[in-house]
């Protein structure tokens, strides 16, 4: 390592997260590569390292003996500050390099309260962070995940965006950069290519007129642009290559364990539900391919512990000849199985079983919404009888602590609503006690509220957030209601789901603010306790903007700031969703051929569902 940086690594709380030479890493000759590549996650080091896609694409990269791929993770504020005071700039972890020695560097857009953090980063490597400050000497910046879906707030940084899924998308964008490299073109030349690439967006290309009231008059493309972005999707998902070897962490991330997604997207349809919605279609992977992964990469890596990833992992179609046979293959080598996302209504508890071994802890549902009818109104479908019986079943089966995951502020919900959030509780509580009679005291029930906030490209992204003071209020109507031993109750920060409602549906003019919020100090927001709202308040009105901006109701005919770009849902859709949440009514799962909610991403992007159980009728 770089003695001048090892110098600073004496200086700080955790050197682990900045020293790289994990195992499994690689490390590649600087000068005999066409281009060099360094992925960021703005955050720490302990958080980042557990996001499985970046560690894909880092592995995806280095299979090509052309590109070097690098990792770099948010410094804690003791490395910032050594780093400013040595006037040294932000590094690589693999061979501690500034960030702007490389051609190109990624930022994963995983959560909107991290885009000061992406700045702050680039400021600590000494890159300009507007766009049209940056030279050809300063690499190109590029940002992917699900907040490129509307990375509006953030365009006048970034080069370009990639909607959708990157593993193939990434190869064919660094093609076009080391050919434009090796042919000394500029990279406004370099950009007009990437125009190829499908799922590629690049800002510069889209001019945003406003209207007097600051709402958007128009989004006119230039030429070579195309009017709409369509997202890049893995259409043979099911038989995709995985990388031979994974890396082990020095210090234990978030998640410690050895991941594999079982497959892409979802049926379920929840309309509150970003992810449900732009990662359709459902794509499996074949048991065989899982297993046969996860035997090369537990040889590999030491892991105890494996995570059956997705968004609803029980919802795979094999999973319980999956856990079966991976059970078979990994118990004597005492590997644990774990399956991180369980639905009430595909739980059971032979399937718990099947992956809990020894002392069982806790199990965690998520009703959502209080009420059966607010169920339905976001397409939750689940009645009251649904979640008691499989609590009944959890408690039957060993388990004595249940946590219960629900949203407040989602659209029509009333005081009942919340009454419904407190009865639940109690009752799942009183059922935990009369199961576990001779260990009632023992049986725990914990609440967590979060703040619905809509999102792009959701049946409700034209809905309004409620208020931060009706926020206090339905949380203190909780607070003072779920009292009482054997009760927990937590709630989210009312003034970051403020900021994350201000971003999530923002458009360029938040630019301003966020430059101005991290010149007055903002980082790490997402982070209650370095959260600073008086902050956020002075750097959304240096912009002449206000929160209720962004997060009122729009309605249809509105032009809305990602109105470019596209998931593959059609508006059409959308609408239609929203109207039948008004009315109360449920689509169905479009799992069953017969169900077709005719959302649109199949024709849009030309893929279809793949399932290896076999598609339903």
Known sequence: MNKIYEQILEKVEKPARYSGGELNTTIKPWEQVLLRIVLAFPDLYEIGFSHLGLRLLYHKINEFDAYLAERVYAPAQDMEEELRKAQLPLFSLETQHGLGEFDLLGFTLQYELSYTNILNMMSLAGIPLKREQRGEQHPLIIGGGPGSFNPEPLADFFDFFLLGEGEEAIIEILEIIASGKNQGRTKTAIKRDLHKVEGVYVPDYYQIDYLPNGRISSINPLPPAPKVIHKRVLRDFGSSSLPDKELVPWIEPIHDRLMVELFRGCTRGCRFCQAGMIYRPVRERPPALIKEYLSKLIKN??????????????????????????????????????????????????????????????????????????????????????????????????WQRIKLYFMIGLPTETDQDLEGIVCLSKKVLQLGRQIHAQRAGRVKVAVSASTFVPKPHTPFQWRAQISMEETIRRQNFLKDKLRGKGLEFSWHEVKLSQVEGVLSRGDRRLGKSLEKALELGCTFDAWADKFRWDLWQEALAAAGLKPEDYTRARSYEEILPWEHLSAGVSKDYLIREDRLAEEGSSTLDCRARKNCSSCGVCPTIGARPMLVGGEKD
Do not use: H, M
Not at 303 to 315: F, N, R, W
Not at 357 to 381: D, H, M, Y
């Open 301 to 398: 890596t030491g892991y105890e512990e494996i995570s059956l990833t997705s968004l609803s992992s029980a919802d795979y179609t094999k999973i319980e000849e999956l856990i079966s046979s991976l059970n078979d293959c990994f118990a004597p080598q005492r590997v644990r199985i774990s399956l991180p996302s369980l639905r009430i209504d595909s739980f059971s508890p032979e399937l718990a079983a099947s992956f809990q071994t020894g002392r069982k802890g806790s199990l965690t549902f998520a009703p959502e919404a209080g009420t059966e009818r607010l169920r339905q109104v976001i397409n939750k479908n689940l009645s009251e009888q649904q979640i008691i019986e499989t609590v009944r079943a959890a408690f039957q089966a060993g």
